[in-house]
């Protein structure tokens, strides 16, 4: 089972990798964090009260909370 960490490390990593092309690393950090973001957003939409959405709160906080060095990782699982 993935915990809410890992799924936030996930989110990050792949917005960082796939859409984050600047020369400034903030720039790259803010981008990545704002994609990962939404992502999230746009599961709460969707999901309604149901089990998933505490995950998907918990995710999101990460995210918010978390800085580049705590969310990227070198292998996405």
């Given at each position: 089972m993935t915990t809410a960490q890992n799924k936030a490390q996930q989110l990050y990593t792949i917005a960082y990798m796939r859409w984050c092309f600047e020369?400034?690393?903030?720039?790259?950090?803010?981008?990545?964090?704002?994609?990962?973001?939404?992502?999230?957003?746009?599961?709460?939409?969707?999901?309604?009260?149901?089990r998933g959405y505490e995950f998907?709160?918990?995710?999101?906080?990460?995210?918010t909370k978390s800085n580049h060095q705590q969310l990227y990782i070198n292998q996405i699982p």
């Open positions: 020369l400034s690393h903030e720039k790259n950090y803010i981008t990545a964090k704002d994609i990962a973001i939404s992502i999230c957003d746009e599961v709460l939409g969707y999901m309604g009260a149901d998907w709160t918990e995710v999101k906080d990460i995210l």
